[in-house]
């Protein structure tokens, strides 16, 4: 028998055999346009629910992008992506050369691993795009198309009504072109096969999930789509829906949105809790709506806005899993792309 000093020794000097310091799986889940306030809602609607409440490393992150005090979407998730600083409203360029910063997503391609960008919104929109495509604006042409080209296992949001007219090729066309297989119906979501798939289904609706799918759905579909490479996988998952009802000051939407997102952060959870391998991270990439809790005359929760417009509020980061430890810090939204680069720097 050990005495209980020697095994405090060998805790501290010796990793544990059974949890690798580095993830294998990383599963990052982004709530656009989520503060401390709009956790703090989540938090009071989910109840006994709240799956990011669970989480037991919790950090925060400062927001500003290389240009502006206070970031967009594109310039915020470019920081995750690359671990470096963009102008407003570009994808994982360089702010003084234009040049192209590499992604996690590229990096993790390159080391054999499996890879997913999922979000409600249209799939070429700012979050997904920053991993995948650099611009010097995130609605320049082509953004879709760059992000075909790196053999990321599943791409997956809305916007199909853009395809097929205006001189653009119809959804499946273009999926063929990059070798994917195109889904944009429940029917074929259900009977999905193929190494990489695209979706984008016909729904438009921002604030909601799209009516063909829940985001945890997505999420599930993304996770049994990825796990079996050996060289394990990154996965994005993003609701824009708590973004757009923030930027409406919409709470019924904004708490939609929040539920649903809590949902979906429930099913990595659940995939990660089984295995020792996987690192899930929960953050927003910025503010949105200067959104404040104080008490109405009868004691009640009151929320209140600033602003219709993002903020530069620090935002929470949730971990869980190998590396979680990392991101219990007060940081910069670039370290946790740093972080996220070391993590697939090396072939595991
Ligand atoms: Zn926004």
Not at 86 to 102: G, Q, R, V
Not at 281 to 299: N, P, Y
């Amino acid at each position: 028998m050990i005495s209980i000093f020697t095994a405090a020794l060998l805790l501290a000097t010796a990793p544990a055999a059974t949890t690798p310091a580095t993830p294998k799986n990383i599963i990052l889940l982004v709530s656009d346009g989520s503060g401390p306030a709009q956790f703090t809602t989540a938090a009071q609607i989910r109840g006994d629910q709240f799956r990011i409440g669970r989480m037991p490393v919790i950090g925060l992150h400062t927001t500003p992008c290389a240009d502006r005090a206070v970031t967009d979407s594109a310039a915020a998730a470019t920081t995750f992506a690359t671990g470096f600083k963009t102008n407003y409203e570009w994808l994982s360029a360089d702010p003084k050369t234009a040049e192209p910063l590499e992604t996690v997503v590229e990096r993790a391609e390159k080391t054999g691993k499996a890879t997913g960008l999922v979000t409600t919104s249209y799939f070429w929109d700012a979050t997904p795009a920053a991993f995948a495509a650099h611009a010097k604006y995130r609605r320049e042409p082509g953004v879709r198309e760059q992000m075909m080209q790196h053999g990321i296992e599943l791409i997956a949001g809305t916007g199909l009504a853009t395809f097929g007219k205006d001189g653009v090729p119809s959804f499946e066309e273009f999926a063929k072109t990059y070798g994917y297989t195109a889904i944009s119906t429940r029917e074929q979501f259900d009977a999905a096969k193929g190494d990489r798939l695209v979706i984008s289904f016909p729904s438009q609706d921002l604030d909601a999930d799209p009516k063909e799918a829940r985001l945890a759905e997505l999420a599930q579909f993304a996770i049994d789509h990825l796990k079996d490479d050996p060289d394990g996988f990154f996965l994005l998952v993003e609701h824009e829906g708590t973004d757009s009802a923030s930027h409406q000051n919409n709470q019924p939407a904004l708490r939609a949105a929040l539920t649903s997102f809590d949902e979906a952060v429930g099913v990595a959870l659940d995939f990660a809790s089984k295995r020792n391998d996987t690192l899930v991270l929960v953050t927003g990439d910025h503010e949105t709506g200067g959104m404040r809790i104080s008490e109405t005359a009868s004691r009640r929760f009151r929320v209140e806005y600033s602003t219709t417009d993002h903020t530069g509020t620090v935002v929470p980061i949730f971990a869980y899993g190998p590396g979680s430890a990392q991101f219990g810090v007060f940081q910069d939204n670039t370290d946790i792309g740093k972080k996220l680069m070391s993590f697939v720097s090396t072939k595991k």
